[in-house]
């Protein structure tokens, strides 16, 4: 294509987003296309994963102990 490229206009439940006229993809692909070194989150829609979102880790091991006691529970009985 020439230097401006073309763009058509796809929808999903996010909303509507710009894919290039030359592919194949819907906006779901798009949206993961451009967000592909954010680890594919839509960073562009919500500003998710910060630190603040992360569980504390004693909560992480606590969940951990849980498990290993319903698992070695479940092998009894």
């Known amino acids: 294509m020439s230097d401006q490229q073309k763009y058509r206009i796809e929808k999903d439940t996010f909303g509507e987003?710009?894919?290039?006229?030359?592919?194949?993809?819907?906006a779901q692909?798009?949206?993961h296309y451009i967000n592909k070194s954010q680890y594919s989150r839509s960073l562009q829609n919500f500003d998710i994963g910060g630190?603040?979102?992360r569980m504390p880790d004693p909560?992480?091991?606590a969940?951990?102990?849980?498990?290993k006691a319903?698992?070695?529970v479940n092998?009894?009985?």
């Open 17 to 26: 987003i710009e894919v290039p006229a030359d592919r194949y993809w819907g």
């Open 29 to 31: 692909t798009q949206r």
């Open 51 to 53: 630190p603040t979102e």
């Open 59 to 61: 909560l992480i091991k």
């Open 63 to 67: 969940f951990g102990v849980l498990k």
């Open 70 to 72: 319903a698992a070695t």
């Open 75 to 77: 092998m009894i009985y």
